[in-house]
């Protein structure tokens, strides 16, 4: 059979591909004026302003140190202002006040003056109002720590047995004027003393009571001395005022 002339043709060569161009690499721009800043969806809060921040303190103030401890009425009325916890001051603590449940609370007619209940421990009374938060003055806060460095050396029991006892037997065996007493009235006067010369006259068996009743505080309604002619003129004097002089 013949050959067609067409299958003895080369087959035609196929043209490569042309390659794709080269990618420029993108040529980087300059501006005298810099790169614009990004721009944010978000609006910026203003800052806070000089009371937002005073308010924010006092809201997170720390508020423990007037959870315990002794501390002076106007000093614990400043720090719960102070803290944004006036709440915590209530008026009737300027006459003293402890959370010691053992004592009766004072008030107007006993300010700064607390006894201790009866069938209640006095050691741990003293360390209760101790522990506080008690809110006193200066003379009270000394007393206390007296009486607590005398029950430190007396022991708690002895101290119990003396002024004060959870033990219905020894309580009542303690004379009411002997029952563990802390007052402004005390301040000053040896009454540690006389608690050291009582519980020795009582280990020596001796029927001695050397211990007095506590001292009553000094009121206003109490008789007030005439002021001496002589006294009002020099007061007088020094306000630049001629004294009144009395027409008889």
Not at 43 to 66: G, H, R
Not at 183 to 207: C, H, N, R, W
Not at 215 to 241: S, W
């Amino acid at each position: 059979m013949p050959t067609r002339e067409s299958e003895l043709r080369p087959e035609p060569e196929l043209a490569p591909e042309a390659a794709p161009p080269p990618i420029e690499p993108p040529q980087a721009k300059f501006s005298a004026e810099g790169e614009l800043p990004a721009v944010s969806d978000k609006v910026a809060e203003p800052p806070a302003t000089a009371s937002e921040q005073a308010f924010d303190q006092k809201a997170t103030a720390d508020t423990s140190q007037l959870e315990t401890g002794m501390h002076y009425p106007e000093h614990y009325r400043e720090a719960c202002l102070s803290a944004g916890q006036s709440q915590k001051w209530k008026a009737e603590y300027a006459y003293g006040h402890t959370t010691a449940s053992q004592f009766t609370q004072p008030g107007e007619a006993n300010p700064m003056s607390w006894s201790l209940k009866r069938g209640q421990s006095a050691s741990d009374a003293i360390k209760a109002f101790v522990a506080g938060p008690t809110i006193a003055d200066y003379r009270v806060i000394g007393v206390a720590l007296e009486l607590d460095e005398l029950r430190d050396d007396m022991t708690d029991n002895r101290f119990d047995q003396l002024f004060g006892s959870r033990d219905g037997h020894d309580d009542a065996a303690i004379p009411g004027e002997h029952r563990l007493h802390i007052s402004s009235a005390m301040y000053t006067t040896p009454f540690i003393a006389k608690m050291k010369e009582y519980v020795d006259k009582l280990d020596q068996g001796s029927d001695e009571d050397p211990l007095p009743p506590p001292a009553p505080e000094l009121r206003e309604d109490q008789p007030k001395q005439e002021t001496a002619p002589e006294e009002i003129a020099v007061v007088a004097d020094d306000l630049g005022k001629e004294p009144e002089r009395e027409v008889v």
